[in-house]
Nanobody
Framework: QVQLVESGGGSVQAGGSLRLSCVAS????????MAWFRQAPGEDREFVAG????????TEADSVKGRFAISRDNAKSTAFLQMNTLKPEDTGVYYC?????????????????WGQGTQVTVSS
């Protein structure tokens, strides 16, 4: 497994932007697919975006397409989630996840390593 630490969460008004970071340690970063999930109170954890380690292909949930973008900097062992045009329904705890394979899955249980989460609150 790899250790993950998220940062960059906060409180913003609707229409604002935030950039989340996830720093990985403990294993070669470029052998892990990375993803962001989020969980609102009382809701299941849901997939937001993922990026492969080989091709850098990305996948985003329909609810965030055109507003959020995932990227990675292998030299810095860091994954990012740029979030623009934030909406109140984007509120939740955002988690970084990693799996030692190239494929991106939207099911949380298929990801082996998780960060502690960072809170994002969007007010209307």
């Amino acid at each position: 497994q790899v250790q993950l630490v998220e940062s960059g969460g906060g409180s913003v008004q609707a229409g604002g932007s935030l950039r989340l970071s996830c720093v990985a340690s403990g294993r070669p970063f470029n052998s892990f697919a990375m993803a962001w999930f989020r969980q609102a109170p009382g809701e299941d954890r849901e997939f937001v975006a993922g990026i492969s380690f080989m091709s850098g292909d990305t996948t985003e949930a329909d609810s965030v397409k055109g507003r959020f973008a995932i990227s990675r900097d292998n030299a810095k062992s860091t994954a990012f989630l740029q979030m623009n045009t934030l909406k109140p329904e984007d509120t939740g705890v955002y988690y970084c996840a990693a799996r030692q394979a190239s494929m991106i899955y939207t099911t949380p249980r298929l990801w082996s390593s998780w960060g502690q989460g960072t809170q994002v609150t969007v007010s209307s």
